[in-house]
Nanobody, 122 residues
Framework: HVQLVESGGGSVQAGGSLRLSCEAS????????MAWVRQVPGKEREGVAD???????TYADSVKGRFTVSKDKAKNTLYLQLSSLKPEDTGTYFC?????????????????WGQGTQVTVS
């Protein structure tokens, strides 16, 4: 079983930056696909970035070049660096873990979810 706890959300002006953190419990999380998924009210959850068992990363087209996902195994933490933020990046950002090492860009791929952290860009 894996528990995920996000932090780092907040309110920023357009063009600003934030770093989200996701602290994970459990010894095998680093070998799984880990992702950041965001949700805007009234819309379905959208995968924005993920990293697989081998450290390969993929990004949604809307965030390429602006967001960076990384993981620190020693700290049991997944990060998402958000830069050049736009108002359309506003939403609740969830950390998610799949109990397999490979990634798919669909929320149904993930078995474990954090509680979410709010990002507001004005």
């Amino acid at each position: 079983h894996v528990q995920l706890v996000e932090s780092g959300g907040g309110s920023v002006q357009a063009g600003g930056s934030l770093r989200l953190s996701c602290e994970a419990s459990g010894s095998t999380w680093s070998t799984w696909c880990m992702a950041w998924v965001r949700q805007v009210p009234g819309k379905e959850r959208e995968g924005v970035a993920d990293t697989d068992f081998d450290g390969r990363t993929t990004y949604a087209d809307s965030v390429k070049g602006r967001f960076t996902v990384s993981k620190d195994k020693a700290k049991n933490t997944l990060y998402l660096q958000l830069s050049s933020l736009k108002p359309e990046d506003t939403g609740t950002y969830f950390c998610a873990a799949a109990n397999v090492g490979w990634c798919l860009r669909t929320p149904h791929h993930f078995a474990y979810w954090g509680q979410g952290t709010q990002v507001t860009v004005s």
